[in-house]
């Protein structure tokens, strides 16, 4: 979620906190009141911005979030989290930070708070590592200032959860991560584009400790052999149910394929209406919603953190890679 703000004349404080030492219970507040009637309109509680969910997401495997804060007066005016990420491709470790829960207080706006808090990202933050965004329409501009590129457009796929689809016995329930997830991680490291390392501790951050949803994770073997990875997360809203596609990975295009329809036959068990997915990569027998139906087109921006001119190559985008879901 972002929301931006014209730059000019600023009043208040910015400093880049350690998320350890971040008075969450503000950070929360602050969000609460930016972003609380986007989930009174879809019916989703308070709590979903609450700080229990901000105490896991600014605590990631690869380290402790940053997180840039106007202060005046004691009150926090305005707030920007990045949070640190091991991404992979082929024999390539970097780090990428995940910019994220930008926000303004309503009497704060028109200030320039928005781009501050993210050049103190730039300013701070190693150069060798990445910044990246999934920016809407209005924050966008300030992204293209700092020179983001705007590297993709990330395709919504939709497929309705009906037909004669059965989940694949080789698709079974997993409840934690170990192990054979690390290797599996790294087998599709060696033919993706950079992306985050969906190891163990990834895993087990991302959809095992999440304070608010409750992910369902699969995985597929074959031969006694891990070769692919499902997460779902079931969500209702404005009158719609809908199985989230979170991760749709296999080794090869027949256990996507066969995660795909197992996907499928867990949402019409499930009473869901369709199969959502945010991703690159085709999300098998969906299609790409058109542009002109989405009420806000998913895009990747990316920049060096200390040259914004390095060149950024494939990224691969999953919906897991989207903290709303």
Request: proline residues 6%; aromatic residues 8%; contains cysteine.
């Amino acid at each position: 979620m972002t929301t931006g703000a014209v730059e000019a004349p600023v009043s208040g404080d910015v400093r880049l906190v350690v998320a350890t030492e971040l008075d969450v219970e503000a950070h929360a507040a602050l969000q609460q009141r930016v972003f609380g009637h986007v989930l009174e309109e879809n019916g989703i509680p308070l709590e979903r911005l609450g700080p229990a969910v901000f105490r896991w997401k600014l605590a990631p495997p690869a380290g402790p979030a940053r997180v840039a804060v106007v202060m005046k007066d004691g009150a926090m005016l305005a707030s920007c989290s990045a949070f640190p990420l091991s991404f992979a491709r082929g024999d390539e470790r970097v780090r990428a930070w995940h910019l994220c829960d930008a926000a303004t207080a309503p009497e704060a706006r028109g200030q320039g708070h928005f781009g501050r808090v993210m050049d103190a990202f730039i300013a701070e933050l190693p150069a060798e590592d990445w910044l990246f965004a999934f920016p809407n329409g209005q924050s966008r501009p300030a992204f293209e200032r700092r020179e983001y590129e705007m590297l993709q457009k990330v395709p919504l796929w939709f497929r309705p959860a009906r037909g004669r689809a059965r989940p694949s016995e080789r698709v079974q329930a997993i409840e934690a991560f170990g192990a054979e997830h690390d290797a599996l991680a790294e087998r599709l490291a060696a033919t993706q584009g950079l992306t985050a390392l969906r190891s163990a501790a990834y895993l087990g951050w991302r959809y095992g400790a999440h304070p608010y949803f409750d992910y369902q994770c699969l995985e597929l073997r074959r031969d006694d052999r891990l070769d692919g990875l499902l997460v779902l997360n079931r969500m209702e809203a404005r009158g719609r149910t809908t199985l989230w596609v979170m991760e749709l990975l296999g080794v090869d295009a027949d256990a996507r394929k066969e995660l795909a329809i197992t996907a499928r036959a867990l949402g019409k068990e499930q009473g869901c209406d369709a199969l959502i997915a945010a991703s690159n990569v085709k999300l098998p027998g969906g299609v790409r919603v058109p542009p002109c139906f989405l009420p806000k087109q998913h895009v990747l921006m990316v920049r060096g953190a200390g040259d914004p001119t390095r060149l950024a190559g494939d990224w691969e985008v999953q919906t897991g890679d989207w903290d709303t879901f």
